[in-house]
């Protein structure tokens, strides 16, 4: 799945900046690198905004073509931070046989949000995921981790109606 650039404002601390020129400091010339501080560097800010790649291509010498073809390609990578309201659909095979590619669909429509974006208030997030194993609940959503089993897509407006 494409994801999406972010339209979130980035709101990076200088603490966190620092804590990132060490972790690619600690990697210095080490093969095979890059997975390692683009992990760690999501762990510092949550997700892997632009302005944070600028400055891993910077100090590592690697191109951004490179790092946002890594970032984008590997689903444990965000381009976008959680909302307040972070949701994530379950695209695993017992879910999506149940039908929860459309209840992504409905809820996307509904935010007007396209999978891997967050509102530009912060307020709702929404992504794909994979199997998060509860397949005994399918289909299933996940919002701020607490799970929504059993969905149809006619539910969708009551689960998010929760949240506004
Ligand atoms: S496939 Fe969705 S929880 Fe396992």
């Not at 396209?114 to 919002?143: N, Q």
């Amino acid at each position: 799945m494409k994801k999406k650039l972010t339209t979130v404002e980035f709101r990076g601390t200088a603490e966190q900046e620092e804590k990132l020129l060490a972790v690619i400091e600690k990697y210095n010339g080490t093969q095979g690198a890059m997975m390692p501080i683009l992990q760690e560097a999501q762990g510092i800010y949550g997700y892997l905004p632009i302005e944070v790649q600028k400055i891993i291509a910077e100090k590592t010498g690697v191109s951004m073509e490179e790092i946002y073809g890594i970032v984008s390609f590997y689903a444990q990578f965000k381009l976008n931070p959680d909302g307040e309201v972070a949701i994530a659909v379950c695209l695993g095979t017992a879910c999506y046989v149940k039908g929860s590619g459309d209840i992504l669909d409905e809820i996307c429509n509904e935010l007007g949000l396209a999978s891997g974006e967050t509102s530009s208030d912060g307020k709702f997030s929404i992504e794909a995921t994979r199997c998060i194993g509860a397949c005994g609940l399918a289909p299933v959503l996940t919002i701020n981790g607490e799970v929504y089993g059993r969905l149809t897509k006619d539910d969708v407006p009551d689960i998010l109606a929760k949240y506004r």
